[in-house]
T-cell receptor, first 109, second 116 residues
Framework: GQNIDQPTEMTATEGAIVQINCTYQTSGFNGLFWYQQHAGEAPTFLSYNVLDGLEEKGRFSSFLSRSKGYSYLLLKELQMKDSASYLCASMDSNYQLIWGAGTKLIIKP | GAVVSQHPSWVICKSGTSVKIECRSLDFQATTMFWYRQFPKQSLMLMATSNEGSKATYEQGVEKDKFLINHASLTLSTLTVTSAHPEDSSFYIC????????????FGDGTRLSIL
């Protein structure tokens, strides 16, 4: 079956670093996406990984290990506005996204 | 780039009314658009995949006669909630994907539907 696992909720301190993990099992694999969703709003695209390794984009980085079926999103220098849900999604062999349930990130001052 | 416009943002109407939601890709062509529903504090739930020029593919448990989808052009898909009832109240979000295979879905701002 197809399955995406990520923690339900995480808490971190403003200015700190947090890593949100995601493991996936899908029928075929065409890449791993991360989206950010603020409460009451639609998701916005953050990153896409299809090759192993780390992709850095400002304060956000995303890592992929295809052999382990594992990805993480790394957020540095946390700001209060980073409080949101972070959605992990795997693209399967039909180029459809299989979504995780999301990780709610709470940032404390 | 990759902007998706969804309209209306908010709808409040009486039970039994049909409601139409539009999803447009403004600066790219989208052969595939997706319709999601999200209840408060719950994850995204894919309702259907809309393909330009063909019938939509509905997820299990989603009534196709209740949620009518039309994708008549490469930039426009519509979702019509027919004879809406209070249990249909939810946050409906569309997304559109560019033609090339390894492209992300870009989301509209969503439509809050409240049925009284």
């Amino acid at each position: 079956g197809q399955n995406i696992d990520q923690p339900t909720e995480m808490t971190a301190t403003e200015g700190a670093i947090v890593q949100i993990n995601c493991t996936y099992q899908t029928s075929g694999f065409n890449g791993l996406f991360w989206y950010q969703q603020h409460a009451g709003e639609a998701p916005t695209f953050l990153s896409y990984n299809v090759l192993d390794g780390l992709e850095e984009k400002g304060r956000f980085s995303s890592f992929l290990s295809r052999s382990k079926g594992y990805s993480y999103l790394l957020l540095k220098e946390l700001q209060m506005k980073d409080s949101a849900s972070y959605l992990c999604a795997s693209m399967d062999s039909n180029y459809q996204l299989i979504w995780g349930a999301g990780t709610k990130l709470i940032i404390k001052p | 780039g990759a902007v998706v416009s969804q309209h209306p943002s908010w709808v409040i109407c009486k039970s039994g009314t049909s409601v139409k939601i539009e999803c447009r890709s403004l600066d790219f062509q989208a052969t595939t658009m997706f319709w999601y529903r999200q209840f408060p504090k719950q994850s995204l739930m894919l309702m259907a995949t809309s393909n330009e020029g063909s019938k939509a593919t509905y997820e299990q448990g989603v009534e196709k006669d209740k949620f009518l989808i039309n994708h008549a052009s490469l930039t426009l898909s519509t979702l019509t909630v027919t004879s809406a009832h209070p249990e249909d109240s939810s946050f409906y979000i569309c997304s559109a994907k560019e033609v090339a295979e390894y492209q992300p879905q870009h989301f509209g701002d969503g439509t809050r539907l409240s049925i009284l």
